[in-house]
């Protein structure tokens, strides 16, 4: 079970730091996480780092390379993939370092920089976004963006701290948890993707095979207690304080 699009503090506006993004993970029933600042991997390291101490679960360092006209997820890269370019140009940088290149929640307005070149080298889209249980006309839109290519399923919670991480989520039939299996079924397309009215998406001959085993419960994520909802709304209070009290020295 993975969730290749997660925010850990600093700089990417959420409110958990990489060692609670690692252990809500762990909580959240997670094997495999990426931890995908906004143009910047180095809190991905920190994570990674962390899960290492821990043995899980397993952290693919990554980056949301966020430009002005398309948002693009990569997994297993080490260095900063510039945002100052073409999408296209963007998924060859990631393929220089071994990652792969996942469409961001692409909706309509992120079509366009998505052309044809794009297209031919993307790894895989979202097609599973919270964003579709708030704005339920934004499925089709994902839906439809996975259909103009052969990519690979997945399934992520964007998660900023207010979760549930691993809301949505990404079955990967792999070897094993690791990073070289992890990407491997990644390139390959071995995913499974549900969303919470039990449709499926990915492979047709995995979706049978997940079907009939119930540790693939689309619904099976814990719900967010007192405890963490509490922590949560004190790290966004935090974050206010701090960006407050900056702004006050600034005066002054």
């Avoid at 071994?98 to 692409?106: R, V, W």
């Avoid at 079509?111 to 979202?126: I, Q, T, V």
């Avoid at 499925?139 to 439809?144: G, I, K």
């Avoid at 549900?194 to 619904?219: I, K, M, S, W």
Wanted: one cysteine or more; glycine letters at 8%; proline letters at 6%.
């Amino acid at each position: 079970a993975a969730d290749f699009h997660v925010h850990s503090f600093p700089f990417s506006w959420a409110t958990l730091g990489p060692l609670n993004t690692v252990l809500e993970a762990r909580r959240q029933g997670l094997d495999v996480i990426a931890i995908t600042g906004h143009n910047h991997v180095w809190v991905a390291k920190a994570g990674r780092w962390f899960s290492r101490l821990m043995g899980s679960p397993t952290v693919l360092v990554g980056e949301e390379i966020v430009a002005p006209r398309y948002h693009l997820l990569s997994s297993g890269i080490e260095k900063t993939v510039s945002w100052k370019q073409s999408a296209a140009d963007a998924i060859d940088e990631v393929h220089g370092q071994g990652g792969i290149a996942i469409a961001a929640h692409p909706l309509a307005p992120f079509w366009p920089a998505y052309d044809a070149r794009a297209m031919s080298k993307l790894d895989a889209a979202e097609v599973l976004h919270p964003v579709i249980y708030t704005r339920p006309r934004t499925r089709s839109e994902l839906q439809q963006f996975f259909g103009r290519a052969k990519l690979t399923a997945i399934g992520d919670s964007d998660f900023h701290g207010l979760g549930p991480m691993g809301l949505c989520r990404t079955f990967v039939f792999a070897r094993d948890d690791s990073q070289p299996s992890i990407l491997e079924a990644l390139r390959d397309r071995q995913t499974v993707v549900y969303d919470r009215e039990g449709n499926a998406f990915g492979a047709p001959d995995l979706v049978n095979l997940a079907r009939q085993d119930p540790r693939f419960n689309p619904l099976a994520s814990p719900k967010p207690g007192r405890l963490s909802l509490l922590s949560r709304t004190a790290g966004l209070l935090g974050m206010l304080g701090v960006f407050l009290f900056s702004g006050a020295r600034k005066r002054t």
